[in-house]
């Protein structure tokens, strides 16, 4: 059976209070420079590898932040990745768990995960 939809995620936006500091935020913890316009005033396209991210300022309330992580970032070290996290001062909502992955928050309360694959 053939469907029109492809298996592929093309994008995942992220509800966030202000589009400027989540763009320096999030561009900042991934190590890339800050590229491209704030688009229609609410919406900023992260520059990504694969699956795109586009914080969108518009879609936030408090109500509608990710309370479990809907996607996880890859790392090739998990340590690594959780000691960088920490000496930026982000909220870790839990140790490495399994040797494979761990939670944390954006400044907003976005729930996101990193994951080592």
């Known amino acids: 059976m053939s469907s029109p939809i492809l298996n592929q995620i093309g994008t995942v936006f992220i509800p966030v209070s202000n589009i400027e500091k989540a763009r320096d935020w999030y561009c900042e913890m991934l190590g890339i420079k800050v590229e491209?316009?704030?688009?229609?005033?609410?919406?900023?396209?992260i520059p990504m590898e694969g699956t795109g991210i586009v914080l969108d300022s518009k879609i936030y309330a408090k109500d509608k932040v990710f309370r479990t992580a809907a996607f996880h970032f890859n790392t090739e070290n998990i340590e690594e990745a959780y000691?960088?996290?920490?000496?930026?001062?982000?909220?870790?909502?839990?140790?490495?768990?399994?040797?494979?992955?761990?939670?944390?928050?954006?400044?907003?309360?976005?729930?996101?995960?990193?994951?080592?694959?």
């Open 83 to 117: 000691c960088y996290m920490k000496e930026k001062g982000v909220e870790l909502i839990s140790d490495i768990e399994h040797n494979h992955y761990f939670n944390f928050k954006d400044p907003d309360g976005n729930m996101l995960m990193i994951c080592k694959c």
């Open 36 to 45: 491209g316009d704030i688009q229609f005033g609410h919406l900023y396209v």
